[in-house]
């Protein structure tokens, strides 16, 4: 692997991811770890690459090197659930049960809608009690999360009680005679490595060969004690996990079918219900959810047949068992069935004053409802989460669903105020990833709603966070987004100038121009009334005269001719 790295990584950080992630599903961790240590390469640090390195690593049985990556997820994002719940699958593989329950519990409270935590609390709890018993001494009143650290610290007392300490001169002798141990339940335990751990204490017997060293420095007997060492602690772990008693009962349990007329022990009942949850989630994650639906609604009938001094929380597992149920079914698209499994498991929730119950179930209910489009249902269904949401975290996503359902609906408003208060949750949960969805809704609102500027300056906050995280595709998107909003904005300046002007314009003329231009006018207007008067006046007077004078002249003119028959007249 060192020659590889030291060729460099072929390849894109997207392209390795994906490349890692198909080999891993396809069963060759070895070839995947070789992808994400090139991907990381590229982009030291990356959370996600380390988890998916660190699963590689814990398949491959090398503990040491998942654990380091598990805890390098979380150096930067200590609220990581993802690095959370595989730094815990490491410890609880190395055998740590007490500090995997820990981080189990962490996990769980920063995302108590994940159904792996509580499988994982379950399991290392139970690994405790098959290792040390269940303490009957310590009695607690209360039953929260701290309630553990109690349990752990009452192991850790009886592991010391247990403990036999041998003197450290005889501690190599006593590694190379064995434990004292049952022959036929170590052969059953280790399997297939039985005989490899034989051959070594075989190797043991070679006085010659033990005393001759490696390349290293190491001798031949470190290297075989170590061999040795790692198969007891192996086959400590295994006991611890299931004994081997408890692993043929299993079986005779399975091979009887539950038959109801047995009486069935309480810790056969809790063994049952843990494995068979372990195998459903296990099945949907695997991406088969037909298998995971069918195997639920099997366990969902043989819970029903069962009654409830076998099963004290009987209604809250069959109303988990729904949950399931419906989550199978959306992930095979039948979303009808879906939403009635979601309602079956709100109906028991509530009829069982189960809080968290209730919360998962309008979760559900939600998405359903947002998958076929009726937005405004599973609005009022995530309105109705809203009171029950514990974390920031959880607050954060939630709001973002419900603010990306008005967006969808065309309430920008509504939109942008949702996005906005999922910003203010992401901050305060400090989760980048989070703040770059909650300001990529806020800026799509603003879009909307024709505020461009503070849109253009929403999806530059988004694209910071994107790179920040290294998410290329989100980079892509959001610089698309962000040209689109930059045109519309200087589009909008552009408009908004060309107003200004016309308005500038209109002031302007009518109030110095125009205003001299219509007063011109007017004075003109006036002098020519004035000058028509005046015409008038002397054709007035001018007609006055020629009036008079015609008048004259005719009077003359009768006045002769009324004179002339008087000439003729005898005198």
């Not at 996005?419 to 879009?447: I, P, T, Y």
């Not at 790179?467 to 908004?496: G, P, T």
Request: charged share 35%.
């Amino acid at each position: 692997m060192g020659d590889a790295e030291g060729e460099g990584p072929s390849g894109t950080f997207p392209s390795l991811m994906a490349e890692g992630a198909l080999l891993s599903r396809r069963g060759e961790p070895g070839k995947a770890l070789l992808s994400f240590t090139n991907a990381l390469q590229l982009q030291a640090g990356n959370k996600h690459c380390l988890v998916a390195r660190s699963m590689c690593y814990l398949k491959l049985g090398d503990t040491e090197n998942s654990l380091r990556d598990a805890e390098a997820s979380l150096q930067n994002d200590k609220t990581f659930s993802k690095g959370l719940y595989q730094k815990a699958e490491t410890l609880y593989t190395m055998g740590d049960f007490e500090f995997a329950l820990v981080y189990y519990h962490r996990g769980h409270r920063l995302r108590p809608e994940l159904q792996k935590f509580r499988l994982g609390i379950q399991k290392a709890q139970e690994a405790i009690d098959n290792s040390v018993g269940s303490p009957s001494s310590v009695k607690l009143e209360n039953k929260g999360d701290l309630c553990f650290l109690s349990r752990q610290a009452e192991s850790k007392k009886v592991k010391q009680k247990l403990q036999v300490k041998a003197p450290k001169k005889d501690q190599k002798q006593q590694s190379k005679v064995g434990p004292i141990r049952n022959e036929k339940t170590e052969r059953q335990l280790l399997g297939e490595l039985y005989a490899d751990k034989a051959y070594l204490e075989k190797l043991l017997k070679d006085a010659d060969l033990i005393k001759s060293s490696t390349k290293y420095g190491m001798t031949v007997e470190d290297l075989i004690l170590g061999g040795i060492n790692y198969l007891d602690t192996r086959t400590e772990f295994w006991q611890q996990q299931k004994p081997i008693y408890a692993r043929v009962r299993d079986r005779k349990l399975m091979q009887q079918r539950w038959l109801p007329e047995r009486k069935r022990k309480p810790s056969e009942v809790a063994r049952y219900i843990l494995k068979s949850m372990e195998e459903i989630d296990m099945l949907l994650t695997s991406s088969c959810p037909e298998a995971s639906c069918k195997k639920a609604e099997h366990v969902l009938k043989t819970i029903q047949s069962w009654s409830e001094d076998e099963i004290p929380n009987k209604n809250e597992l069959i109303g988990n068992l729904y949950s399931c149920i419906g989550n199978a079914q959306i992930e095979m698209g039948q979303m009808g069935a879906a939403l009635q499994s979601h309602k079956m498991d709100l109906e028991i929730a509530r009829e069982n004053d189960l809080p968290d119950a209730v919360s998962r179930a309008l979760d559900n209910i939600g998405r359903v409802y947002a998958r076929i489009g009726k937005f405004q249902q599973a609005i009022d269904t995530w309105e109705e989460k809203i009171p029950l949401a514990k974390t920031s975290l959880e607050k954060t996503w939630l709001f973002h669903e419900i603010g990306r359902c008005y967006l969808e609906l065309d309430e920008a408003a509504e939109a942008q105020d949702y996005g906005e208060k999922s910003l203010q949750s992401a901050e305060e949960e400090g989760d980048v990833e989070w703040q770059l969805n909650a300001s990529v809704l806020v800026a799509q609102a603003q879009v909307k709603l024709q505020d461009f500027q503070s849109a253009v300056m929403n999806f530059e906050k988004a694209l910071e966070k994107a790179k920040l995280i290294h998410n290329d595709a989100a980079q892509q998107a959001i610089i698309i987004a962000l040209d689109d909003a930059n045109k519309d904005f200087i589009e909008e300046l552009r408009a908004e100038q060309r107003r200004e002007r016309l308005e500038s314009f209109r002031d302007y003329d009518y109030d110095d121009d125009y205003k001299e231009e219509e007063e011109a006018e007017n004075q003109k207007e006036r002098e020519e009334n004035k000058q028509k008067e005046t015409e008038k006046e002397e054709n007035e007077r001018n007609g006055r005269g020629e009036e008079a004078e015609g008048k004259e002249e005719t009077e003359g003119e009768k006045g002769e001719d009324y004179a002339e028959p008087h000439q003729d007249l005898p005198e």
